[in-house]
């Protein structure tokens, strides 16, 4: 789906990648409704956009809140007239540490904000994306989604559900107007540990937790629309997403115990 003169949500869009999607879409002819839990970083988003900010619409929603989705769309319609696709990229991670030390209430913010927040957005929009001549569903999971990464155990099965979530819409959507991407960013050089609220351990080396070289942002959003528009089943965002994909699928246990000696130093004694 060409993205010129159609009209995308974008989840997350008060920074990183998600600042960086809206910037672009913009810049492609898009008519964007922002989307994010800090009105602070949404209005930075905003500023930004000089001269076309008659193209975008803000809108402050925490997506782990459903009644809040679901008035949403009634929202992105009243200010544009339409909705043509959606782009579920708002996610948190979780503190780096062993499932054994993980509270519950992490556990849940996770779950809440990168699984039932991507499922929420979805079910929301989606009965209106039915409608359109063309449409489209861009679902972010994450290399931690199909590759285990230790330390982020639960931050992985909230982005793995994610993944098949998104192939089973894709398959059950097959003969209808709406396409689905599932993408997959390695390590992105954005705050995600800021904006989740997680210290890094000391050594971290970046704000990822991810010994990885990094892409930006503005990168990972052009790879992402170039996906959308060229209507791919699965994106992967960055070398090492595409490396490590290879690796896992050519032996899973050499590739989870390479990641653990890559990470191990993040993680609590």
Known sequence: MNVNNK?????????GIG???????????????????????????????????????????NVADRKAVDALPGDVISAHGAVDGIINNAGIIQPFVRLNDLG??????????????????????????????????????????????????????????VKLMTEGLYAELIDTNVRVTAVFPGAIATNIATNSDIAMPAGGGDDT?????????????????????RDQFQVYVGNDAKMMNLLYRLSPRRATRFMYNRMKGLLPA
């Open 209 to 229: 937790g991810q010994s990885f070289p990094m892409t930006s942002a503005e990168d990972a959003a052009e790879t992402i629309i170039k996906g959308m528009e």
């Open 7 to 15: 009209v995308i949500v974008v989840t997350g869009a008060g920074s």
């Open 104 to 161: 519950y209430d992490a556990i849940e913010r996770v779950l809440n904000v990168n699984l039932y927040g991507v499922i929420y957005m979805t079910k929301a929009f989606l009965p209106h994306l039915l409608k359109r001549p063309s449409a489209h569903v861009v679902n972010v999971s994450s290399m931690g989604g199909f590759f285990p990464v230790p330390g982020q155990s639960l931050y992985g099965a909230s982005k793995a559900g």
């Open 19 to 61: 600042r960086a999607l809206v910037l672009a879409l913009v810049g492609k002819g898009a008519r964007v409704a922002a989307v994010d839990l800090n009105p602070d970083t949404l209005n930075e988003t905003f500023a930004l956009l000089a001269g076309q900010q008659n193209k975008v619409s803000l809108h402050v929603v």
